[in-house]
């Protein structure tokens, strides 16, 4: 036990998981009517009122991205007044409908379809943090012929094929171009309504939402009987103040969300799910990177080591997922035996993951109620499914390796990816009860190596606990990501140790403590070693 005070109050968590599921793709090009893979376009003089144009922001209903939505969706509407008396429309994405699943954004598609495609000729999206200058983007729209078909957006691609994207275009993974969201992307309403049509027609096929721009691209790209991604220069991720966007339509908030500040050392307890195999490979790494960050930290294995040391929760290592070892956290977490804190952070034991980044992301989230923040994957979403918080993957077995982050949580959870659950503490009048709510529901594994993520995706569902997106925790290693979004990003972790030298990837990427520096100063280093 890694603890220097033990009377800090509890805490309560995140999660961070993978899940690895391998589908075939075949890597087709061609596109229709005047569009073409290389994106190359016909430029067009049309007559582009601002009214015409649906403005959607990807937003979310926790209440620190509510209130970054409506700063957003102010400013647009600012900006509009300024333009025309007759301004566009400007709605937040959690507001659209009651399905919590239409993050995924095609099964909302007929709804959209429905409400705006008789007087509206473009959808843009945009992230919270995606900055308009709203005259140069109706100039830009104006070039395309809104009665055509297009799909408009800043370029992403693979360097390498990977397990987020199913190892998809194996042969050639540049060759399949899909849209950075955080630099807004656009659909003409001649295309919202041919997609609608087809998602009513055809059930979704994918029962996984795993990484959604790139999923999004592949729905539209239809195997090459669609359209590929049109590359819009304008569309940019660069900082609004940088002398490089003159050209720009649109810019980014770059500086990673700070809201005072950052949440204390001594409020948040670490669990780190390991197991005797790896107890020599595993967790020296954290020994040498990240643990010393923590103050309340254990390893949780299947083997009781005193030289880490370990505890042994009494469940067996599984191959595959591992519910009941997270289960048995939980329990651990709602006892006496750990400290009060006001986090609990889940970990798997091959995680990367910053410490201080994760404290200043907290500061942004209320601890008095329940919060499930991570990276966010969807199963059946079009059929009424659920939402859960992923991270890491057991690539050789196809499963569910994942470490977790609980925020403001008394649950225990499995590590393969970067998770938080807010949930109040269960040891003192004050404390969260959605974990309590959560083990009190008869939520439980049905069997120990079950995918402990979805299992917990399920019971949050049922308790309406709604998963809050970060794009900051990662389940896959930098390699597995397009250098020019991760160019954008401050990172919080990354996930898995397989051909990589994970020391040397901390140092890269997660050692620097943004809080104690001008974040400018470490989005310009890490492009620098871009």
Partial sequence: MLWNNPHVAKVSGCWIFLCAFLMTFAAASSGTDTQSQDGSHVIHSNQLDL?????????????????QAERQRTDLLKQAHGITERPPVVSCLHTLSDNEGDWSILPLLPELSHSFGKNSSWIVFLEEETNVKMTKLLQVLAKFDKNKEWFLGKPLHDQESTIIHHYAFAENPSIFKYPDFAAAWALSIPLVIRLANKVKEEPLKSDFTIDLKHEVALYIWDNGEGLPLTAVPELCTEPGDSPQTEHCATTLISEPPLCGEPVKK???FVAV???????????????????????????????????IPTINLGVPNTERGHCGKTFAILQRFLSSSVPNTQWLLIVDDDTLISLPRLRALLSCYDPSGPVGLGERYGYGLSQGGYSYITGGGGLSHGSLNVPWTLLESNVDQDHTATRRITIQDAKAAERDEAVVQLLNSGCKCYSNDAPDDMVLGMCLNALRIPVTHSPLFHQARPEDYPRDLLAHQVPISFHKHWNIEPVAVFNKWLKDDWSSKPSAGLNKSLKTEL
């Avoid at 009214?51 to 209130?67: D, K």
Wanted: proline residues 4%.
């Fill in 273 to 307: 799910k390991t197991c005797r195999k790896f107890h020599r490979e595993r967790v020296p790494v954290i020994k040498k990177t990240w643990e010393k960050e923590a103050l309340f930290l254990e390893y949780y294995s299947d083997h009781g080591d005193p030289s």
């Fill in 51 to 67: 009214h015409e144009v649906v403005f959607i922001i990807q937003s979310q209903s926790n209440a620190f991205h509510v209130m």
């Fill in 266 to 268: 001594e409020d948040v």
